[in-house]
Each structure stands twice: as structure tokens, then as C-alpha cells.
């Protein structure tokens, strides 16, 4: 059965964008580009949100994001190999290869995807990350928080129900971004 994985990047406050929509939270450094191409590599199948799947899709359509460094272009190599399934009721196209649109998260077709995947899964987008969360399909979580606050927006984390989180591991960047690895525990545990 493959790993299903809730990779995010968010604020010190809880957000993965501002009140704005924006996410502009400080610079980018090689060994964060490197631990996020490390993190994607084993990836057979990215699920998105809409808003999330139109920002990473420059990482195919748009060759000059791949042309700044060897890192950048790695990092390009593998996101573009995954399939991907972007969720959303408004995209009729997509401009990358080896994906497609489903309407709906059905909750027992992610079950069956993820039992049947001989690679693993990639959950993203806050609200589909949620709704996986929720139902109980996320498997592990890495956070990657960045040394700001933006006092509000759209929270990374479901806000309508408690969350219990084991802590497996953690790593320092040297733009101050931090790494937080967490296993999900079960609702029954969560409230301890």
C-alpha cells in the first residue's frame, strides 16, 4: 500500500497564503529546493487543488523556471513525471502532460487509488488536503514553516475539527524555514 502525504508550505502563524491569496514569505534556498525535490521523488501520483495545481504547473509550461540551476531543473525533471489529478468544478483543460480532472474527491476512490498505487500519493491544495485529512487518508504530513506571520488567510490545516499529531522528525534551513515531519494518530488518540 502506498504513503499518502500532505506536503505544504505555510506561515509560523498557520497559513499557506495571505489574507491576499498571496504566498511570498521570504527567499527560496538550495537546500529547501533540494529537500522538496527529495520529498517529491518517490511520488507516483500528485493530487491537487485547483489553485495549487495552476502555480506548480509553471514547472512544466514554463522552461525558464527549470533554466535558473541544476537544482531548479532536477526539481522540474521530477515534478513533471507523476501523474497528476487536479480536483475542481471550473477546469475544462489542463496545460500539462499525464493529467486529469475529476470533479469530486470521492473519498473511497482516493482509498482504493492509494491501496492499488505501486508508488506514493501527494496530497495539495489546503481545502483537498483537508478533506483527506478528515476522512482519515493521510498517511504523514511535512510542514514546511516559514519564519513569518501573516495574521490571516488561508489556513493550512483543517480549522472545523481537532488534529492529533505525532512528531517523527525535524530539519533547519538556512533561510530559517523548518521542516516538521508528523504522522497523523487516529482520532481516538487525538484527544488525549
Given amino acids: 500500500m502506498a504513503t499518502l502525504t500532505y506536503i505544504t508550505n505555510m506561515s509560523l ?13 521570504g527567499p527560496m534556498d538550495d537546500g529547501l529546493l533540494a529537500a522538496y525535490t ?7 501520483t500528485f493530487l491537487y487543488g485547483r489553485r495549487l495545481y495552476e502555480a506548480m504547473a509553471g ?3 514554463m522552461p525558464e523556471l527549470a533554466a535558473q540551476s541544476e537544482l531548479s531543473a ?12 487536479v480536483y475542481s468544478t471550473t477546469l475544462t483543460t489542463v496545460p500539462t502532460a499525464r493529467t486529469s480532472i475529476e470533479r469530486v474527491f470521492d473519498v473511497d476512490a482516493v482509498r482504493r487509488l492509494t491501496a492499488e498505487a505501486s508508488g506514493d500519493l501527494t496530497v495539495g ?12 487518508l493521510v498517511d504523514e504530513c511535512h510542514l514546511f514553516v516559514w519564519p513569518v506571520t501573516v495574521g ?6 483543517p480549522t472545523d475539527a481537532g488534529l492529533g499529531l ?3 522528525d525535524e530539519r533547519r534551513f538556512g533561510n530559517g524555514v523548518l521542516l516538521l515531519h508528523y504522522r497523523p494518530r487516529p482520532s481516538s488518540e487525538s484527544s488525549r
Fill in 13 to 25: 502563524d498557520g497559513y499557506i497564503e495571505d489574507r491576499r491569496g498571496a504566498f511570498d514569505f
Fill in 38 to 44: 527529495e520529498l517529491i521523488r518517490p511520488v507516483e
Fill in 59 to 61: 514547472w512544466e509550461t
Fill in 74 to 85: 532536477e526539481f522540474a525533471a521530477v515534478w513533471q513525471a507523476p501523474r497528476k489529478i
Fill in 125 to 136: 491544495g489546503a481545502d483537498l488536503a483537508a478533506q483527506a485529512l478528515g476522512a482519515g
Fill in 152 to 157: 490571516g488567510g488561508k489556513p493550512a490545516l
Fill in 166 to 168: 505525532e512528531l517523527l
